[in-house]
Structures are given as structure tokens and as C-alpha cells.
């Protein structure tokens, strides 16, 4: 999907501070050749997978925690995607070229889809930023990688096709982030992927016999279905009449409305006066002054369980009313906890964690959700604590892993690496980065070689973290 590289600008040589940018990425590369990033083995002192992920627990709802492990324990590709912390742990030692982008900080495949512009059209682009902060963009590129190589082992490729996945990923990485950086500076900043942008190349890709026909028509499903997915479906399947008044529903224990979570005694009331309080304080953090958020009063709210390596840090969804009840808007806050990568990096520059997923989702994203922004807010158990808002739904979809073929892996994984590329190319230094990758494919393979080592460590990994659940170290609730 990328467009041909492009020449020195109209005006004839690169400018002076370009080339220096430039001969700032061939010299990391003599620092640290590409062929440095084959390489995967674990120290000697290699953490215990198992004990990074009972230290993530101690923040988290211990009632939620099992439910967690018993996603994890599903595959070894539901491990990993669970398993942020502990591959930040394994990159910390890793070779990197010295050039900081913002890092997704888990930039695996699933975190990727498509959702709805503010302008009202659907958009592909990474989707997740929990754990988002300054760092190496090798980090993102090979745990994006060894996503591919993971869900590649358990769909059952065969070795040739994961690694052609990956090589896939890779090639559209290096190749986007070459044209960026021979692109007119606002071009490659406004630069975007619709969701009729990727279609219309995947049939170009079909013409060129590259494509079949089952993977245009699965993402033209994808497609049809995000577009069906917004506050008012969510509100159909969420929410009911309770006493003549809108509520959202109990499905216990993974969504478990605020009257069972709250402390005897508290009143309605004094739910309503604190959400209108903490609803005005988010409304700051919002982008626009005369936001249409001040038209919605709030109804509801209720805790709710999401994803996998999410699971037990607190999420909430609020149900706000417009002009009737035919007008309703969902709203997610999930909480947002220490990056795993500042274990590793310097820490954020905000003390909101918040506030640091809403700034480099903000920075990373070609277009972001008008309802995105922060909070903090006090617990029923006297905690503070940071959260992030969003809209629940807004077209929102996503590639099913379940049934991807090998073809489609490769087409997905370039779609996903010219995605990236476009991310990093916003917040680093994109012409360094280009010069440092060359147009040869040495670093792709070196890329590949990775992810299927670092596959291999993931299994390792799941081994022991199922011989933890087995044991009763780690109690783990599956079916959930």
C-alpha cells in the first residue's frame, strides 16, 4: 500500500539539518549493525515470567486477577498478548539503533483495527496505548513481530509462511518509513490509512493474484460490522429498564453495575452530585471548549471487564443521556497504572497516567476519539486513582486471529507494519530511522529471526505459567 519513495525535494540537494539527520542513522547503524537484532537469548538472570506477573497483580482487583490468568491460559498467543511486562523485561537488554519514537508499548497484532474518525469516516490504526512511552521503535517493531510468529504457530502455519508474515511486516515498516522521510514534512504528518484505503489495495493485491477473493470478502465483513458498532448498538445489548430507569445490566462478574460495588449507605444522590463532579473535571481535559459532552446528563455506571492483559485493572462504563433516552452515550474509563516499560525507561514526563495514554495516543494516532481524556478520581476504598475516557464503541473493529489464513496474515501484517511505521514516523525521527534501515532487506530478516526465537521463549513462558496455574501458585478462572 505504500506509494513510490520519493526524490530530494523540488528545490535540489537535501537541506543541511536533513543530512545531518540522516548521517545520524547510518552512524547508528555502524554502531549497531541491523544484523544485531537476529539475535534473541535470555540472560542468565532472566526474571521469572511467572513472579513479573504476580508483581503486576498486587495493583490490580484481586477478585479479577483469576480472570486474567484464565485468559491467559487459553494459548500460548493469549499468554503473550497478556504478557507486556515481561517482554519489556526481555528488550531492556536488547541491541537498539539509539533513536526514541512514542512507543505503542504493546504493539501486538490485536491491538490494531479499525475505528471512526472525528470527521465520520473509518480509519485503521493501532487502537491500544496503556502502556505508551518514549523509547527504542525497535521495541514496538519486534513485539509486533513476534505476534505474528506466535499467532502464526498457534493458527498452524507452517515455518515458511510465519516467517514470510513477518517479512511481510517488516518490508512495509522500512519501505513507509523511507517514503516518510522523502516526503514533504506535512505530508508525511497529515499521512493516514482509510478503511477504503486498505480495502481498495487488498483488491488491487486480489487483481495481482496476491489476494483471494475470501480475504476481501472477510474484510468487507470486518468493515460492515465496525460500522454497526456505536454507542446505540452497545446500548442495546448493554443496558435495560430497572424501575422505570435506564440502567445498565448486571452480567456478574464481568460487568457488575456501581449499586453492588458501593459502600451501605451511599445514596443516589450522592452517586449522581460525584459523577457530575468528575464528568466536568474530565470535560477539561477534552480538546475542544464547546464540547458536546455538556449536553449529556449521567444516568449510570458499572464495572467491566475488557480484554486480557487489561483484565484487573479497573474499568468502568457510564451510561450519559442526551435529549431523550432514544439519545444515550457510552463512555469507557479504564484505569490507567505505571507503563511496564518505565521499569525499563525513564519514566513518563506526566504524573497522570492518564494523561500519559491520552498524550501519546493523541501524538501516535492520525485521528483520535473527540471523547478522549483523563481523570483522577478517588475509590470506595480511599484510593486515587488515573483513569483515561472514551467513547466505548465508535465503528470499532478488529481482525478475528481465529480464522486468519496464512494469505491473510501476510496482507494483515503489512497493513499493521505500514500502520506503525506511519505512528513512529509522527513522533521520532523518521529520516534517521529510514537511514539507518536502508533499502536492502537485512534488518527484515534479522527481524524475522527474532520473532521466531522469541517465539520459542514463549513457550518457554506459557510452560511455566500453566505449571504455576497447575501448582495453585496462580489461581486462574477460565470460561470467562
Known amino acids: 500500500m505504500s506509494d513510490t519513495a520519493g526524490t530530494r525535494h523540488a528545490g535540489g540537494e537535501l537541506s543541511p539539518a536533513f543530512a545531518l539527520r540522516e548521517e545520524a542513522g547510518r552512524e547508528a547503524r555502524r554502531r549497531t549493525p541491523r544484523s544485531a537484532h537476529a539475535v ?14 504476580e508483581e503486576q497483580a498486587v495493583n490490580r482487583a484481586p477478585e479479577l486477577v483469576p480472570i486474567r490468568y484464565g485468559r491467559m491460559a487459553v494459548s500460548p498467543f493469549t499468554f503473550y498478548r497478556g504478557a507486556a511486562l515481561i517482554m519489556a523485561s526481555d528488550l531492556a537488554d536488547s541491541p537498539t539503533s539509539g533513536i526514541t519514537v512514542q512507543l505503542c508499548g504493546d504493539a501486538h497484532l490485536s491491538n490494531f483495527g479499525v475505528f471512526g474518525t472525528p470527521e465520520r469516516t473509518l480509519t485503521f490504526d493501532i487502537n491500544d496505548f496503556d502502556e505508551t512511552l518514549p523509547g527504542p521503535w525497535e521495541w514496538d517493531l519486534k513485539r509486533l513481530a513476534a505476534s505474528f510468529e506466535v499467532a502464526g504457530q ?11 508474515s513477518v517479512l511481510s511486516l517488516a ?29 481498495n489495495w487488498l483488491k488491487h493485491e486480489e487483481e495481482e493474484n496476491r489476494a483471494g477473493k475470501r480475504q476481501v470478502k472477510r474484510t468487507t465483513a470486518v468493515l460492515t460490522k465496525a460500522l454497526s458498532r456505536d454507542s446505540l448498538s452497545a446500548f ?3 443496558v435495560g429498564v430497572v424501575d422505570g430507569e435506564l440502567r445498565i445490566l448486571a452480567v456478574p462478574p464481568l460487568i457488575v453495575p456501581i449499586d453492588d460495588l458501593a459502600p451501605a449507605g451511599r445514596t443516589r444522590e450522592a452517586e449522581v452530585e460525584q459523577m457530575r463532579q468528575v464528568i466536568a473535571e474530565y470535560q477539561s481535559t477534552l480538546t475542544q471548549q464547546n464540547h458536546p459532552l455538556h449536553e449529556f446528563e449521567y444516568l449510570h455506571m458499572a464495572r467491566k471487564v475488557v480484554g486480557v492483559g487489561s ?5 468502568w462504563i457510564l ?8 439519545d444515550p452515550l457510552l463512555l469507557q474509563a479504564k484505569e490507567a497504572q505505571e507503563s511496564v516499560l518505565e521499569r525499563f525507561l525513564p519514566a513518563s514526563e506526566y504524573a497522570h497516567h492518564g494523561e500519559r495514554v491520552v498524550r501519546g495516543q493523541r501524538m501516535m494516532q492520525a485521528a483520535s476519539d473527540i471523547f478522549l481524556g483523563w481523570q483522577r478520581v478517588q475509590g470506595f476504598d480511599g484510593e486515587q486513582r488515573d483513569f483515561y475516557v472514551r467513547q466505548l464503541h465508535d465503528w470499532k473493529g478488529s481482525a478475528d486471529v481465529e480464522n486468519m489464513d496464512a494469505t491473510g496474515a501476510v496482507l494483515y501484517a503489512h497493513l499493521c507494519g505500514e500502520t506503525l511505521a506511519r505512528a513512529h514516523a509522527r513522533t521520532g525521527d523518521r529520516v534517521a530511522i529510514a537511514a539507518y534501515l536502508g533499502s536492502s532487506d537485512v534488518f527484515d530478516h534479522a527481524l524475522a529471526d527474532f520473532a521466531a526465537a522469541y517465539a520459542q521463549q514463549n513457550e518457554r513462558d506459557f510452560a511455566a505459567f500453566e505449571h504455576a496455574v497447575e501448582s495453585g501458585r496462580l489461581h486462574a478462572v477460565s470460561g470467562l
Do not use: C, Q
Not at 154 to 164: I, K, T, V
Not at 311 to 315: F, H, K
Open 40 to 53: 534473541w537469548a535470555p540472560a542468565a538472570d532472566r526474571p521469572d515470567p511467572v513472579t513479573l506477573l
Open 154 to 164: 498457534h493458527r498452524g502455519f507452517s515455518d515458511a509462511e510465519r516467517r514470510d
Open 171 to 199: 518490508k512495509a515498516y522500512r519501505e513507509r518509513m523511507r517514503t516518510a522521510a522523502h516526503s514533504p514534512v506535512l505530508a508525511s504528518w497529515y499521512n493516514r490509512i482509510s478503511a477504503d484505503d486498505a480495502l
Open 236 to 238: 442495546t445489548k448493554l
Open 311 to 315: 483484565v484487573g485493572t479497573r474499568a
Open 319 to 326: 451510561l450519559l443521556r442526551g435529549r431523550d433516552d432514544k
